[in-house]
Structures are given as C-alpha cells and as structure tokens.
C-alpha cells in the first residue's frame, strides 16, 4: 500500500470553476502537509504548507487537512487557464528515523481548466 | 537569484552504459536532495546531503547509483550500468535547512531514457 494516495486524473473543470484535490495517506507521523505545483517540463514549487490540521487560505487557494480522517484537500476558487498544471500533495514526517526532511509525494493530479 | 538547475535535461543511453546527472543547488543551501519519478508512478526520494555528508541514502534503488557532493557544493547522481527501469525524471531540490517548513526549491529535473 501507498503511503500517500492521489487521483491521478485528468481533471477538466470550466474556467472560473472550484477545483477540489484531495490526498489520503496512511502514516499518522506525519505532521506537515504540502501542495505542490508542477507545470509540463518544470519542477515541483511549493504552492502551500500546513502543519497537523486545520485550514490554511492563500489568495484563491485554501489548503485543509483532517489528521483523524488522514485526509488533505487542496480548493481552488475562480480557476483559471493558467492553474493548469499536475498538482502534487507531498507530506513529511518529521520525528522518522532520519529526520532529513525528505517529501512523500502521491502521484498528482492533472488539472486542465478550460477557457 | 538562480534557481537549482541540472544538467543534462534530457539524456538517452543504451543499457550498460553509464551517465552522470549533475545538480547545482541555490547557493548558501547545505540541504540538497535528488528524488526520481518513474512513469506513471510518484516522486521517490533517493537521498539528501548536508553539506558533503550523506545524511540519508534510503532511497537509493542499488549500487548502481552513486552520489557526490565534493566540496558541499554541486552534486551529481551516477548510474552505472544503467538499466531499463531507470528511465524516469531526477529531480533535484535544495533547501536552507532540512524538514519543518524550509522550502525544498527543485530544479527542472533531467529526463533520462534507456534504451
């Protein structure tokens, strides 16, 4: 089993839509959870971080995290062309064995918003 | 401020060769760290420095992959031989400090293909 799962998709949605990503993972150590942004050809960038749950809102996105269900989303307000790109949620424990800091990734999702 | 970057962004080889991917990290960042994404899988972590010193190789697939980073500065990821199941994209990241919320900063990754 994946420590971390994500819906590969695709995901077309319309623009101006409200986009929902989600991620379950199964290792309840860890404690910060990221959204990362990865356009065709690029790097991941760090959209969004949060620690252990609770909401976390940046311009039209909103990160959530419910550590009892294992469960973080990822929303998207007002999606535009631009927010096309494959979304990765990646998580990191932080009292593992090696504390190196190093990212769990899920596989991402392929958002394409539409004109 | 340059950005992490990686060379070469595309190599292909034949089995049994050998290629060596090589990373440049934002400078001043001790934390430098290589992960892979295989096709149609998520992105792995293969290992992290701190300065020159491995702080955590867990990842690494088997001893066909070796990694430097003399000096702490530029890092590079060889496989040799390489073998099909290597294809895939290598990433680099770097960052000021390991874990909590030090933003790991990635490079365009390289794309190798064996054929």
């Known amino acids: 089993q994946k420590e971390v799962e994500q819906d590969p998709g695709p995901l077309s949605v319309p623009e101006g839509a409200i986009v929902s990503l989600n991620c379950t993972y199964s290792?309840?150590?860890?404690?910060?959870f990221m959204w990362y942004r990865q356009y065709s050809r690029k790097g991941p960038e760090l959209l969004m971080y949060?620690?252990?749950?609770g909401n976390k809102e940046d311009g039209r996105f909103t990160a959530q995290v419910d550590k009892s269900s294992k469960y973080i989303s990822l929303f998207i307000r007002d999606s535009q062309p631009s927010d096309s790109a494959t979304y990765l949620c990646?998580?990191?424990?932080?009292?593992?064995?090696?504390?190196?800091?190093?990212?769990?990734f899920g596989q991402g999702t392929t958002l394409q918003v539409k004109p | 401020e340059a950005g992490v970057t990686q060379f070469p962004s595309h190599s292909v080889i034949e089995k049994g060769q050998t290629v060596t991917l090589r990373c440049d990290p934002i400078?001043?960042?001790?934390?430098l760290y290589w992960y892979r994404r295989v096709m149609g899988k998520e992105i792995k972590f293969l290992l992290h420095?701190?300065?020159?010193?491995?702080?955590?190789e867990s990842g690494m697939p088997n001893n066909r992959f070796l990694a430097e980073r003399t000096g702490g500065t530029y890092s590079t990821l060889k496989v040799q031989p390489a073998e099909l199941e290597d294809s895939g994209v290598y990433f680099c990241?770097?960052?000021?400090?390991?874990?909590?919320?030090?933003?790991?900063?990635f490079g365009p990754g390289t794309r190798l293909t064996v054929l």
């Open positions: 420095f701190v300065k020159e010193s491995k702080q955590d």
């Open positions: 990241a770097s960052s000021q400090a390991p874990g909590t919320t030090n933003e790991q900063f």
């Open positions: 290792n309840s150590a860890f404690q910060y």
């Open positions: 990646a998580m990191i424990d932080l009292h593992g064995s090696s504390n190196t800091g190093k990212l769990i």
């Open positions: 400078s001043g960042h001790d934390n």
């Open positions: 949060t620690y252990s749950s």
